[in-house]
Every structure is written in structure tokens, then in C-alpha cells.
């Protein structure tokens, strides 16, 4: 069976090492579909996505093992800036060269000054340490010959350092969501994808890396206690309630309580799952005892988080949905991920949310009907749910392939996921990362003119449902409608 797989590669600054790669993956049929290596970003890391069959793969990986080019773990290495005060004169500098080769030190950066004429002069070394037991020992030895002072040092904040920098960068990953060896690897290969793609349109490598690091630390920031979303209630009929979860971050989860039974549309980040389960349990204590359904406006990561989760729960949804789900479980791009520009960003968002697509026995699939392509809102189903009746809107997959809208004519309600957000009601803190999707995909749509006619015509048909709807989109605060404008 053919498959792709994504190789990190740690190759010295040597001639041939590359050639030495590319001859061990053609040696077993494989074909490279992707090579990216940056020395401004990092002196040795390469990165490959091949594809080939499965046993092939495996004889690369161990020959890649063997050679020690493979990167499947990372070493606890650490970079230290220096700065030495030693006399001017030839050899000054001899001793501490010494002293780092005898350590097998690799030097990332180095500058010698004089401070002025004939008095001391100053050396400031970026050194990396393979063995952090070594570091006191290693400075004690210089210290026997100069002053020796230590400066704060991030290399991710700075670009003295380019012989680690992924796995500096990784490190700070593993801290920040716990991923093991294996996703940290995954993290190295879909982060340096990002960066290729946006370098690729003149974006400065940095910036790039700020970004994602930003996106990752936000994301971890709101765990635990610190997981604060609002929620609020509607009373929509004598029967029927609606309750709001509005979290930090990642979409907001609809709940329509009827009698026993729940209605669940869009989850949330799967990060945040246990932080939800307690917000769900609190608010239903017999949460657990009722009868669940769980439906999504779009298979965006974002907003499928718990359909794993909440397992005693039937998940309906559309035929296209189903499908983007099912290439998710069996390792295949989805949707979003079949836009280039989209797959990187896809990949993180899955590493960093801790996120597992569904089981698909549990679907219950409707719009099987539906035509493949189709540049209307089309009409695709319909169903009831207590006391209120749905129809079910399909777009034409300008922000993702199977997107939908829900609407309920009495009383006037609709879900719009992601096709309509309301975005006055954003918090401050949303906009913050809301923006950081639209620059690391060029876009959250995957087709940015189709999405702009689906957003007309759902703007027209909730014109249509009159004033006092009440609009609960993908992002932000609910929606009531005055005087909606096209």
C-alpha cells in the first residue's frame, strides 16, 4: 500500500550529505514530493515528505537511522550566549577554542572586538551545549583564563542561533502541550511547511516563526483554570431553551435542551475538551443520562473537538462532512488540507488541540442527494428537534467543502458557522487569534470568491427571516437581528 511520510532530517555541514539522502530514498523507489532546508533558518535541518510503499518507507527510515541523519528524537541540547573580557594580543582567544573542542562544542555564534586601542578586548560566543552537565564544567575552565558572564538568552527570539533552531522551537512545543517524541517531529515537518509556503510569497522567516508561536502559546494559555467562556441562555419557546457556550477560543457550542434530550451543534477545540466536559456537567448533571446528538456546521478541526469525546452521542450530519471526517481518521487530507495554502496550518491546529476525528459508525448521514458541485445555497434537508423545525442549508464550499447553515423559521433562529460571523461581537482576545489563521493559510476560506457569494446569500436569507432573529455563528457573541446589511 502507498503511502506518504514526513522525514526530519539532521545532516552535517558537509558536502554530499544531501546527495547522500536522495540517493538512500531512490535506492527504495520512493519519490519526494517535498524537500524544504533553509541554512538562514537552520544550519542542518531537512525536511522531506515521500511517498512510496509501506515497506519501502520503513527500509528508509532505517537506513536513515543507521547513517545517524534521522532526527526521531530530540537531544536536550541548550545555547548559551558568553561573553569573555581577554587581553588584546595574537592567541588570546587559542585556550578557549581548546577548551570547546576538547567539550565537542559547536560554535553558533562568535564576534571579537576591541573596547579601544591597546586595552582589553571583548568576545561574545554563542556556544550549544549537547550536555547540560557539562556546562559548569566547561565554564570553569575558562573562567581559569578570562571573566567569563552569561548572558539571557531565547533563541527564538533572536537569529544568532540557526544550528538548532527547529528543535529549540519543538522544545518549547513539547512544554507548552506535552506532545510526545513522534508529534513533536510532526510539529517540526508542518512548521517548517508553513514557513516554505509563506517564504514562497516574500514573508521574512521570523515573522513567520513569531506567528506560530503565538498561535501555539494562545491556544495553551486558556487550559485549566484560566478557561473561562461565557455562557448564556434562551428561552426560545414554553419547551425549548438555547444555551451559548462561548469559549476563549475555538468555535462556540450551540445546545438546544429539549425535556431529556440534548442537541449539540459544534464543539470547540479538542484541547479544551476536559474543560468543556466541566461546563457541560455543570450545567446538565445528568448530563451523562441524557439523550445526545451532536451535529457540526463544518469539519474544521475547531469546531469538531468534542465528537470524540462525547461518545455515547449520535453525530448527524451531511454526506460531504462525513467524507472530510473519514479522510481525517484514515490519515488522508481533507478537505481544508487539499488547499496547499491550508495544509500546514490544518496540521498544526490538529497537533497543538490534541485532536482525534470521530468514529464513523456513529454517523447518521443526511444530503447524500446533493450534487457534488452546486454555486447556491440549496435546500438539503430537514428535521425536527422537540418542538422546532430545521431546514438545513448547504453552501457551495467557499469556506469548506459541506459548510451548512441551519435555520428555524418559528421562532426566527439560525446557525451559520463559520459563512457568517458576527464580528462586532468578538472579544478582544479573539480578534487577537482569529487573526493569526488568515496569515499563516493566506486565507480561512478555500475558495475566497465562492465564499464571498455563500455569504451573500446567507445574508440575504436571514434578511429574509426577519427582525429578531437570533444568529448564533461560528466565533463571537450571538446576534440579533435589527437591520442586517448585504
Do not use: W
Not at 591597546?118 to 571573566?147: C, F, H, K, M
Not at 527547529?166 to 511547511?193: D, G, P, V, W
Not at 453552501?395 to 458576527?422: K, Q, W
Amino acid at each position: 500500500m502507498r503511502k506518504t511520510e514526513n522525514f526530519v532530517t539532521h545532516l552535517p555541514d558537509q558536502h554530499g550529505a544531501l546527495l547522500l539522502v536522495c540517493g538512500i530514498i531512490r535506492e527504495h523507489h520512493g519519490n519526494i514530493l517535498r524537500l524544504s532546508y533553509n541554512k538562514a533558518v537552520d544550519l542542518h535541518t531537512t525536511f522531506l515528505e515521500v511517498r512510496g510503499e509501506e515497506e519501502d518507507l520503513r527500509r528508509i527510515r532505517l537506513a536513515l537511522e543507521e547513517i545517524g541523519y534521522l532526527e526521531n528524537s530530540l537531544p536536550s541540547s541548550q545555547v548559551i550566549m558568553l561573553q569573555v573580557h581577554h587581553a588584546s594580543g595574537p592567541g588570546t582567544i587559542y585556550p578557549i577554542l581548546q577548551i570547546l573542542d576538547r567539550y565537542q562544542v559547536n560554535i553558533s555564534y562568535i564576534n571579537s572586538y576591541e573596547l579601544a586601542p591597546d586595552q582589553d578586548a571583548v568576545l561574545r560566543l554563542g556556544i550549544l551545549i549537547e550536555d547540560p552537565q557539562t556546562i559548569g564544567q566547561i565554564l570553569n575552565e575558562i573562567s581559569a583564563y578570562y571573566p567569563v558572564e552569561i548572558e539571557e538568552y531565547d533563541p527564538l527570539e533572536t537569529p544568532l542561533d540557526n544550528t538548532v533552531f527547529y528543535i529549540r522551537m519543538a522544545a518549547r512545543m513539547q512544554q507548552l502541550f506535552h506532545l510526545s517524541n513522534e508529534k513533536t517531529i510532526e510539529f517540526m515537518s508542518e512548521a517548517n511547511r508553513v514557513l516554505q509556503m509563506l517564504q514562497e510569497r516574500g514573508e521574512n522567516p521570523q515573522t513567520v516563526f513569531e506567528h506560530i508561536l503565538t498561535f501555539a502559546e494562545k491556544l495553551a494559555r486558556y487550559r485549566g483554570a484560566h478557561f473561562k467562556p461565557f455562557i448564556t441562555h434562551y428561552q426560545l419557546t414554553a419547551q425549548t431553551k438555547l444555551h451559548v457556550i462561548e469559549p476563549p477560543l475555538g468555535s462556540n457550542t450551540y445546545i438546544l435542551e429539549y425535556q431529556n434530550e440534548l442537541l449539540l451543534i459544534d464543539t470547540g477545540f479538542a484541547l479544551y475538551a476536559e474543560e468543556m466536559m466541566q461546563v457541560l456537567h455543570a450545567l446538565f448533571p445528568d448530563f451523562d443520562q441524557r439523550k445526545k446528538t451532536l451535529m457540526i456546521t463544518h469539519a474544521d478541526v475547531d469546531h469538531c473537538g468534542l465528537l470524540s469525546v462525547i461518545d455515547d452521542a449520535r453525530i448527524v450530519l451531511n454526506q460531504k462532512s462525513a467524507q472530510g471526517l473519514i479522510r481525517q481518521l484514515d490519515g488522508r487530507a481533507d478537505f481544508r488540507e487539499k488547499n496547499v495554502f491550508h495544509l500546514g496550518y490544518s496540521r498544526l491546529s490538529r497537533i497543538f488541540s490534541c485532536y482525534q476525528p470521530p468514529n464513523p459508525d456513529r454517523f447518521v448521514i443526511f444530503g447524500a442527494d446533493a450534487p457534488d458541485e452546486h454555486e447556491e445555497l440549496l435546500l438539503i434537508h430537514t428535521f425536527t428537534f422537540g418542538d422546532l423545525s430545521f431546514e438545513v442549508y448547504e453552501g457551495s464550499g467557499g469556506h469548506l467543502y459541506g459548510e451548512m447553515i441551519y435555520v428555524c423559521r418559528e421562532p426566527r433562529l439560525a446557525f451559520t458557522g463559520d459563512v457568517y460571523l458576527n464580528v462586532k461581537g468578538f472579544s478582544d482576545r479573539l480578534k487577537d487569534f482569529l487573526a493569526l489563521a488568515p496569515y499563516m493559510m493566506t486565507s480561512v476560506d478555500v475558495d475566497p470568491e465562492r465564499a464571498r457569494r455563500t455569504r451573500s446569500q446567507v445574508t440575504q436569507l436571514l434578511q429574509a427571516l426577519g427582525p429578531g432573529t437570533l444568529i448564533g455563528t461560528g466565533h463571537g457573541a450571538v446576534e440579533m437581528q435589527s437591520n442586517l446589511q448585504k
